[in-house]
């Protein structure tokens, strides 16, 4: 345990930092899920109707550096190129 006043407030801020990060990548990881399991379900309407919702989420777990931006970017790619495939 720390002896030092900072790095006791450091840990508490760590804490609550490291539960909203949490809360927050959690959110977003459902979306995508619900997401992926309506395309699975072959569902073009209810995909397209998801889609903004969750690439915006993603985009604000980025900004947060939550996740990397490129992982974000990657994960947007694939979920607008399997959106884009139901209508094909």
Known sequence: MANIKSAEKRIRQT???RS?????RSR???A???LRKVI???DKGKAEEL???TLSLID?????KIIHRR???RSKSRLVRSVKQLSA
Request: aromatic share 0%; hydrophobic share 35%.
């Open 20 to 24: 909203r990060n949490r809360a927050e």
């Open 40 to 42: 699975a379900d072959g």
């Open 32 to 34: 995508v899920k619900e």
């Open 51 to 53: 889609l903004p919702g």
């Open 60 to 64: 604000r777990t980025a900004q947060k």
């Open 15 to 17: 804490l609550r930092q």
């Open 28 to 30: 977003m990881r459902s």
């Open 71 to 73: 992982a974000a970017a």
